[in-house]
T-cell receptor
Framework: GAGVSQSPSNKVTEKGKDVELRCDPI?????LYWYRQSLGQGLEFLIY????????KSGLPSDRFSAERTGGSVSTLTIQRTQQEDSAVYLC??????????????FGSGTRLTVV | GNSVTQMEGPVTLSEEAFLTINCTYT??????LFWYVQYPGEGLQLLLK?????DKGSNKGFEATYRKETTSFHLEKGSVQVSDSAVYFC???????????FGQGTRLTINP
């Protein structure tokens, strides 16, 4: 697509429920990134996918968080047994292969997750 | 490791004032430097970038010069508008390394 698309834009869930957040990157972008932005905070790296390589999961805060990328395109970030501290804006970004560090990413508009 | 330190906010200015948001970095080699802007309720947008020393990135009246000698990439605008109210993030990346390192962000509010 023309830009990075994220859905839903807003999600309210009850504590303990599982949620899935979706990201559709720019067509042709083989690198995909997930970041988290808590209220008033900076960006926290979560996970990075590049083509068919094993993802860099070094930023996932706990084993309740997981992500997959099917067919090298759409990615889903899953949070199991949500906690109130998971409330944040989850941002997805994409870039051309091996270009993210040199030329930057394109971000989606984010999913605002509220756990009540 | 690589890191970015940004001027702490929030910053409040009057319309038509001069803006500077400081950004300094620590990195090995020759990083690329970026400024991203986040308007209320939106994701981050790339505002400008510079990929080598002494390069000047510019966009929408904003400028930043990559200063290797002072390891800085300060964001400037000569005359701000109310529509510039947003959060600004400085970031660093390196060729061949995919992840960007972001500063903490600076919230800018411009009053009419």
């Amino acid at each position: 697509g023309a830009g990075v698309s994220q859905s839903p834009s807003n999600k309210v869930t009850e504590k303990g429920k599982d949620v899935e957040l979706r990201c559709d990157p720019i067509s042709g972008h083989t690198a995909l990134y997930w970041y988290r932005q808590s209220l008033g905070q900076g960006l926290e790296f979560l996970i990075y996918f590049q083509g068919n390589s094993a993802p860099d999961k070094s930023g996932l805060p706990s084993d309740r968080f997981s992500a997959e990328r099917t067919g090298g395109s759409v990615s889903t970030l899953t949070i199991q047994r949500t906690q109130q501290e998971d409330s944040a804006v989850y941002l997805c970004a994409s870039s051309l292969a091996l270009a993210g560090g040199e030329y930057g990413y394109t971000f989606g508009s984010g999913t605002r997750l509220t756990v009540v | 490791g690589n890191s970015v330190t940004q001027m702490e906010g929030p910053v409040t200015l009057s319309e038509e004032a001069f803006l500077t948001i400081n950004c300094t970095y620590t990195a090995t080699g020759y990083p690329s430097l970026f400024w991203y802007v986040q308007y209320p309720g939106e994701g981050l947008q790339l505002l400008l970038k510079a990929t080598k020393a002494d390069d000047k990135g510019s966009n929408k009246g904003f400028e930043a010069t990559y200063r290797k000698e002072t390891t800085s990439f300060h964001l400037e605008k000569g005359s701000v508008q109310v529509s510039d109210s947003a959060v600004y993030f400085c970031a660093l990346g390196q060729r061949g390394a995919q992840k960007l390192v972001f500063g903490q962000g600076t919230r800018l509010t411009i009053n009419p």
